[in-house]
């Protein structure tokens, strides 16, 4: 596709229910990147992929997330017992790192997920 | 990655430029120094990248210091589309997380 796909845009789910987030980057990039915003807050970094293996998971707030990506493209964040806390617009971006640091990332329209 | 630091607030009236600061002062010899912006219910979008040398494109330039311990992103001229959060980020080697700070939020006045 042109751009960085995420899907669904918007999720509303129950507390206590796992959800599943789905990026697909632009084509070729081998770098991807999870980020999470709440209302009026900055960018937090959750996880960085390259290729399929995922070098910095630091940002992962707790064990209730997870993500993997696989065939080097499609990237899930999956959350499980969903928290209200953990409502807030998750953010997915791309970039053809390969080695190299001047490259630029592109971000997704994001999925806003709201937990009641 | 290095740190930077950027004033959390600026304001601007349309059409005239604007001047973006930003200091990291404990930059390396192989940082690069990149800025992007995030439109209100957006995700974020790159605006430019540079190193040593002064940098144009078609959304803006990028100074840097000599001593690279700061740069600053110049918006010619503003327009009320450029009303954002911009944020300024040194990537210190591939294969590492693009980290965001608080940014700046610029307003822009017609």
């Known amino acids: 596709g042109a751009g960085v796909s995420q899907s669904p845009s918007n999720k509303v789910t129950e507390k206590g229910k796992d959800v599943e987030l789905r990026c697909d980057p632009i084509?070729?990039?081998?770098?991807l990147y999870w980020y999470r915003q709440s209302l009026g807050q900055g960018l937090e970094f959750l996880i960085y992929?390259?290729?399929?293996?995922?070098?910095?998971k630091s940002g992962l707030p707790s064990d209730r997330f997870s993500a993997e990506r696989t065939g080097g493209s499609v990237s899930t964040l999956t959350i499980q017992r969903t928290q209200q806390e953990d409502s807030a617009v998750y953010l997915c971006?791309?970039?053809?790192?390969?080695?190299?640091?001047?490259?630029?990332?592109?971000f997704g329209q994001g999925t806003r997920l709201t937990v009641v | 990655d290095a740190k930077t630091t950027q004033p959390n607030s600026m304001e601007s009236n349309e059409e005239e430029p604007v001047h973006l600061p930003c200091n990291h002062s404990?930059?390396?010899?192989?940082?690069?120094i990149h800025w992007y912006r995030q439109l209100p219910s957006q995700g974020p979008e790159y605006v430019i990248h540079?190193?040593?040398s002064n940098v144009n494109n078609r959304m803006a330039s990028l100074a840097i210091a000599e001593d690279r311990k700061s740069s600053t992103l110049i918006l010619h001229r503003a327009t009320l589309r450029d009303a954002a959060v911009y944020y300024c980020?040194?990537?210190?080697?591939?294969?590492?997380?693009?980290?965001f700070g608080k940014g700046t939020t610029l307003s822009v006045s017609s």
């Open positions: 084509s070729g990039h081998t770098a």
């Open positions: 540079g190193l040593t």
């Open positions: 404990t930059i390396s010899g192989t940082d690069y």
């Open positions: 992929f390259q290729g399929n293996s995922a070098p910095d």
């Open positions: 980020i040194l990537r210190s080697q591939a294969g590492t997380a693009l980290i």
């Open positions: 971006a791309s970039s053809r790192d390969r080695g190299r640091v001047n490259t630029e990332a592109f």
